[in-house]
């Protein structure tokens, strides 16, 4: 793929990179490593002086190949999976490789920093206010569902099992339904007759059993909570109170996912590396084959939440985790130990501290007002 890139594209690449005349090159896309790089050699060469070039990938758990090249300055990886297939299949020097974290919004590291550990006190006190501010019951867990920013996938199917696994067990919650620009589904959501919804599911059997089917993936304290919950005798409970809020396109996500107390969503890998950075366990129901599954895996290898695509199963086993508290801290703590809050300020401080002695080493003198 990268010589017929080459071939057809790279005098055209080289072209367009000229006529910005760069001080430095920052791919974040796996399309533009390798000819882009040939680009830059020789534009290089021609003008006598080093461009350094960064790749920043972009992807969580699995990468495509040509994200991974050898001729390059520094490559900023989020996993240790990455860095494996950096050297394995970009033959990358462990001296160009930088474990950074996936760069996310700046919202989130201010919410991470304010927040702390959200299973302290002073973390749940925090949690509470943002629920406050956010008009949510600081009384009550709250669910984030989430489909994408336009809303999409099966996001009325998760719902209402949702909500007809939490009523049914008698466990009071609140789901907040991120609906992006689908107001369809908001307004749908909005009108829904919640009693006809559990009615209908009145006769669903519960379905813990097939939680064993990832065994061997889960963390032990996940499995033994899920294995408790199989095994215990379905008793009378009164209904639930369940609110079910839709929300349109927001751009206050950091502060929503500090409020959560489970976020339910697709395997997309900046919003797993949001949830991670405020510690927030995570329910995966769906990824797309090649590219995000191994972002399934990320989530599954580290402890901080688990994959199911069965909605009546999902919404069973987020009940579990709801009403398992030293479960939802313990895969908390998980994730903030994967949580890098602060990886997109690492990466630009570092690239530009990179570039900075590059433009001395070429002769340009560094502006001092870029220096401070």
């Known amino acids: 793929m990268d010589w017929h890139s080459t071939f057809m594209c ?6 367009r990179i000229a006529s910005y005349n760069p001080d430095v090159i920052v791919s974040v896309h796996p399309a533009m490593n390798g000819a882009p790089q040939i680009a830059c050699q020789k534009i290089s060469k021609k003008l006598g002086k080093h461009i350094p070039f960064f790749t920043v990938v972009t992807d969580l758990g699995s ?10 300055d520094k490559l900023y990886l989020a996993s240790k999976r990455l860095q494996k297939l950096a050297k394995r299949r970009g033959k990358t020097a462990d001296s160009k490789i930088v474990m950074s974290g996936l760069p996310i919004r700046h919202d989130f590291a201010v919410q991470a920093e304010k927040m702390g550990d959200r299973t302290t006190e002073a973390g749940r ?23 994408g ?15 007809t696994s939490f009523s049914k067990q008698g466990i009071d919650a609140t789901i907040c339904v991120v609906c992006g620009r689908n107001g369809k589904l908001k307004q749908s959501l909005e009108e829904r007759d919640w009693d006809a919804v559990l009615a209908a599911r009145q006769k669903t059997k519960r379905r813990l059993r097939v939680f064993r089917l990832f065994r061997h993936r889960r963390s032990k304290q996940l499995q033994d909570s899920l294995d408790r919950a199989a095994h215990e005798e379905e008793t009378p409970h009164d209904r639930g109170s369940v609110d079910v809020v839709g929300l349109g396109f927001i751009t206050n996500m950091a ?57 009546v199963s ?46 001395a080493l070429n002769g340009k003198p560094t502006p001092v007002a870029e220096m401070s």
């Open 63 to 72: 990468g495509h190949a040509t994200w991974f090249t050898k001729n390059i």
């Open 125 to 147: 006190e925090y949690q509470r206010r943002m629920k406050q501010e956010l008009e949510i019951d600081p009384n009550r867990p709250m669910v984030m569902l989430m489909g």
């Open 314 to 359: 999902m919404a069973e086993e987020v009940a579990c985790w709801l009403k398992d508290r030293k479960l939802l801290e313990t895969m908390s703590h998980c994730a903030q130990e994967v949580g890098h809050p602060h990886a997109a300020a690492d990466i630009v401080i570092d690239i530009g501290s990179i570039t900075h002695t590059w433009m």
């Open 255 to 311: 502060d929503y996912m500090v409020a959560a107390d489970v976020l339910v969503s697709k395997a997309g890998p900046g919003t797993i590396a949001e949830a991670a950075a405020v510690g927030l366990p995570v329910m995966l129901t769906s990824f797309l084959p090649g590219q995000e599954a191994g972002n399934v895996d990320y989530v599954l290898d580290h402890g901080f939440g688990d994959f199911c695509d069965a909605p």
């Open 10 to 15: 790279e005098k055209k690449i080289r072209k």
């Open 149 to 163: 920013g336009e809303g999409v996938g099966s996001l009325e199917k998760l719902v209402d099992e949702l909500y």
